[in-house]
């Protein structure tokens, strides 16, 4: 693993990403990962959703979705994140108004 610390951005993501999911009910639990650059990656619960927070880059998989955004589709890093954010919030949501069954 990287000894390299977190960078501002990777701390500011971590910070909204975490309180994205606390609103929406989920737990999330990051750790630190990779050898030749740090990022966090951890597994919401209980929707399963994976993301990863990178120097410059944020991914999530799960529900459908696979979203890799990347510093330089953004005019900066507070763009991509505020899209980021947007992304797994619907998500999230879209577990959540799941039709009923029909009953015959």
Known sequence: MSDRPLTPFQREAQHRVEELVARQGQQ???TR???SETFLTGTL??????VWIYEDGLEFRGRGRHPRLERPDFSSLDEMLDSFL???GAALTSGLARPRASQS
């Open 45 to 50: 619960a209980p929707s399963g959703i994976e």
């Open 28 to 30: 999330l639990a990051l």
């Open 33 to 35: 990962d990779g050898r």
């Open 86 to 88: 947007q992304e797994l």
